[in-house]
């Protein structure tokens, strides 16, 4: 059963009775990638944990085009500092396989093999706390693909990274999505976006100025304030 | 002066002879108060993951009862398991009273608190830490709990030993309700505390001395374990 459309119809994150994100009203369809750009504190993580549904919602409706408990077990989210659990790196990458009672050799198996994948094979055996920051974000790419997720979230993936760290996550990233993989992420890199991505969500104020395919947006964005942010003014 | 010093030569003596009460004394103590760990540990673990993974409304609350228990004097624990455990009580038909096992009951009521609280300190902490992820991956409440005694293992040998200083160590509950019985319910502390009253220093402090070792070699290993725990290797 298909996932997508992703309709969200007036869909509002309140925390402390200030309105984070919403009333956002999207629909997301099947293929491409998507990049959420918008200024610091605009709302891109809470937008993200909203679709993913790990953001308690306040009003409106979300909804996959399959059972909701389905639909997270057919996603994954990398979160903009990943969680690196107190185990090895293949440990680490192995957890989503124990979850679902895959066999630990097996899960630890096909953990090595992603370890490789994502540029970690030497790495397996250390703890993961030892990391570097791009290993990082290496680590938890591999763990959220490895129960090959149909949809992948990543908040703002290369935030910290240098440029090298940054073109290696980009080159998984492209070839995640060239196997059908649909990516939803943010980012504030506007090269990023543009390298990456075949649609843009513009926030702002917790709120969807803009939706538009990519092109369309870099060259010439519909709102003053998207004008304005691709300037790089400041907007708020 | 002279007391003392023949005592202390006659301690080492005992020590060094493996005098049969000494031995006999040292390793009830220790079954005591290992058996009582397990059990204290198998209630205290799983209660401190549980309260660290829900929200419930209950959790500030469960955590202000430990740390009253806590603070519970253990001879008043001692009291309390005394009148349950006689013979007039409502456990009296048990037989259990001045038995090893009316002591492991008193020390896991001393200990569960304990253990309790230090382990949720930490699995708190790593739970924090673990939140988004074993919620974004749909973990259910079972496989939260598992995944932060597993990973937090470390922490929970610390609180277990913690728990295990405490408890061979304490003299008042286990005195009430075990009574001190000679090859039945004599432990290190509450001989140490009979041998002194008799005056017999000899016994009184070669006991101690295993009872110094043994806090100290748990300090030892929460000091090594908290060091490694902060290093970072797991
Ligand atoms: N749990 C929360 N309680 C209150 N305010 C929050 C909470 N989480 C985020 N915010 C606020 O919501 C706004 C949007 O945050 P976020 O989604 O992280 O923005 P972005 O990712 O675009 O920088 C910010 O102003 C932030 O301070
Ligand atoms: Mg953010």
Redo the contacts between chains.
């Keep these: 059963m298909t996932m997508f459309p992703l309709i969200a119809k007036g869909a509002t994150v309140r925390r402390r009775g200030k309105v984070l994100v919403g009333p956002v009203d999207l629909t997301l369809g099947q293929t491409g990638t998507t990049m959420v750009i918008g200024p610091n504190g605009a709302g891109k993580t809470t937008l993200l944990k909203l679709l993913h549904c790990i953001e308690r919602m306040n009003g409106g409706t979300l909804d996959w085009a399959c059972p909701v408990a389905e639909a997270q077990q057919r996603q994954a989210f990398v979160f903009q500092t990943p969680v690196m659990l107190r185990r090895n790196v293949r440990d680490n990458i192995a957890y989503p396989l124990l979850l679902t009672k895959t066999p630990r050799a097996e899960a630890r198996a096909r953990a090595e093999d992603w370890a490789g994948r994502v540029g970690l094979g030497d790495a397996v055996m250390r703890p993961a706390h030892l990391l570097s920051g791009g290993e990082r974000q290496k680590l938890a790419l591999a763990r959220a693909l490895i129960r090959a997720p149909e949809v992948l979230f990543l908040d703002e993936p290369c935030a910290s990274l240098d440029g090298r760290a940054t073109r290696e996550i980009e080159e998984i990233l492209l070839g995640v999505a060239a196997r059908g993989t649909r990516i939803i992420m943010s980012t504030h890199n506007m090269g990023q976006a543009q390298r990456l991505g075949s649609e843009v969500i513009f926030v702002l104020g917790g709120r969807i100025h803009e939706y538009s395919p990519a092109q369309d947006f870099f060259a010439e964005p519909q709102t003053e304030q998207a004008r304005a942010f691709l300037r790089g003014d400041i907007v708020e | 002066m002279t007391d003392i010093w023949s005592g202390l030569t006659q301690a080492f003596w005992l020590l060094a002879t493996l005098d049969a009460d000494l031995v006999e004394i040292t390793l009830r103590s220790l079954k005591v108060t290992l058996s009582a760990l397990a059990v204290a540990s198998l209630i205290a673990f799983p209660l401190a993951a549980l309260i660290s993974v829900r929200r419930f409304r209950l959790r500030r609350f469960t955590i202000s009862v430990l740390n009253a228990l806590m603070g519970l004097p253990p001879v008043v624990v001692g009291l309390v398991v005394y009148v349950l455990l006689s013979r007039s009580g409502p456990f009296g038909v048990l037989g259990l009273l001045f038995t090893p096992t009316a002591m492991i009951i008193a020390q896991v009521i001393i200990v569960v608190p304990l253990i309790a609280s230090i382990a949720h300190q930490s699995l708190r902490e790593?739970w924090s830490?673990?939140h988004?992820?074993l919620?974004?991956?749909?973990?259910t409440k079972r496989?939260r709990i598992q995944?932060l005694l597993w990973?937090?293992r470390r922490a929970l040998l610390t609180a277990a030993l913690a728990g295990f200083g405490r408890a061979i160590g304490e003299v008042g509950a286990i005195m009430i309700v075990g009574g001190n019985i000679d090859h039945a319910t004599r432990v290190l502390t509450t001989a140490i505390a009979l041998e002194t009253g008799k005056g017999d220093f000899a016994l009184a402090l070669g006991l101690g001395f295993v009872l110094i070792a043994m806090a100290l070699f748990v300090n030892l290993m929460i000091h090594w374990l908290s060091h490694t725990e902060s290093e970072?290797?797991?």
Aim: proline share 0%; aromatic share 12%; no cysteine.
């Design positions: 790593l830490d673990y988004d992820l919620i974004s991956m749909n973990t496989q995944t990973d937090g970072g290797r797991w």
